[in-house]
């Protein structure tokens, strides 16, 4: 891996349950069918570049049981199948960037627009970069734990579902970049604040925007290996679709912010039904999404632009029209009691608007 790090982070009880394949069906029985709807329809878009590659069905399948066995993992950790539910980082985020997000890039610039590799990389990067959401928080180069952790059990599973590290170099140096590149701000909060993943896709933007700072620093000759000038091009496209919710029909986009609210909310252990949570999910879904969408959020990679751009700035006129308005109706309502009673009145406004 290009970037150092303190401490390395073994397999948990979750990979272990889901070790392979058979145990990723098993355990995901009927849930797994929308994945397996997504995967065919990808064959499908991929099928022009097959002729390509050399060993273009072993690649597509390798790849294939690898994002089967990240998307049960995930399911089983966050998701719909366990315990420790996320509202937003669960199995559906998976969906959300391996189904439409990676289709609106192939419908806007072609499926030559990449090679064959490239799309099984961005793939990877869909299914397997929120793995891990619960380490303790640390950073190296910008890089946070969660990330780090999910880097490392990716390479664990590529291994498993037969690429070799080095023969497939180019895969592996991707997964580091696009992986870590996805990192919103891994440094702890001052004080005793907690860590709160949710928060920080809000409140920081991506390190992939300074990943060419980072690499400078730590592997100075960079610009002179086309593998990881490569990869470091894949991982600003890779960052582009992970935030790419700001150019989602506008009801997912704000239905995204709403998850990310609950999310966090979870995450600070604020009860929802009590006062306490009521100014910080104002705040969270005003000022907060207004900052991150208008100030923060930029996209990186020019195919990222041109495919999402157009969206984002539709939403932008709806954004302001729905912060502008919830913040109407708390005001003609008193102040609010719950968190709850804010997400209520902010589906209001959203239905007004849509």
């Known amino acids: 891996m290009i970037f150092a790090f303190p401490r390395t982070f073994p397999a948990d009880e979750v990979e272990l349950a889901v070790a392979d394949v058979d145990a990723a069906r098993r355990i995901a029985g009927a849930r797994m069918q929308p994945l397996e709807n997504v995967l065919a329809r990808r064959l499908e878009q991929l ?11 072993t690649l597509l399948a390798r790849c294939a049981e690898a994002i089967r066995i990240a998307y049960a993992r995930m399911a089983l950790r966050h998701g719909s199948l366990g315990e420790d539910f996320h509202a937003y980082h669960n199995e559906t985020h998976i969906l959300d960037i391996l189904g439409g997000r990676i289709d609106r890039l192939i419908a806007t610039h072609g499926v030559f627009a990449l090679g064959l590799r490239d799309w099984c990389i961005l793939g990877l990067f869909a299914a397997c970069h929120d793995l891990r959401q619960r380490e303790k928080p640390m950073y190296e180069a910008g890089v946070g734990a969660n990330e780090r952790a999910s880097i490392e059990e990716t390479f664990r599973l590529l ?18 970049l696009t992986i870590g590149g996805s990192t919103f701000d891994a440094r702890p909060p001052p004080g005793s604040a907690a860590f709160n ?13 300074k990943l060419s700072q980072k690499l400078d620093k730590h592997r100075p000759d960079w610009r002179n290996d086309p593998r990881i000038v490569h990869a470091h091009d894949l991982a600003l496209i890779a960052a582009d679709l992970d935030t790419a919710n700001v150019a989602e029909p506008f009801d997912r986009f704000a239905s995204s912010a709403e998850n990310l609210c609950l999310e966090r909310e ?34 990186n990679s020019e195919l990222g632009r041109q495919s999402f751009g157009p969206a984002k700035d539709d939403n932008a006129a709806r954004l302001k029209s729905l912060s502008l308005g919830l913040r109407a109706r708390i005001a003609m309502r008193g102040r609010p009691q719950s968190g709850r009673q804010v997400l209520k009145a902010y ?8």
Request: proline fraction near 2%; charge should be negative.
């Open 197 to 209: 993943a949710a928060e920080l896709v809000q409140s920081g933007g991506a390190l992939a925007a």
């Open 347 to 354: 589906a209001e406004t959203v239905a007004g608007l849509v």
């Open 159 to 176: 291994d498993h579902c037969g690429f070799a590290r080095s023969a497939d170099a180019d895969i592996y140096l991707a997964i580091d």
């Open 47 to 57: 099928r022009p570049l097959l002729s390509t590659h050399a060993d273009a069905e």
């Open 266 to 299: 979870m995450l600070c252990l604020r009860n929802l039904d009590g006062v306490e949570s009521a100014q910080p999910v104002l705040g969270f879904l005003t000022d907060g999404q207004d900052r991150f969408f208008f100030d923060l959020h930029r996209f």
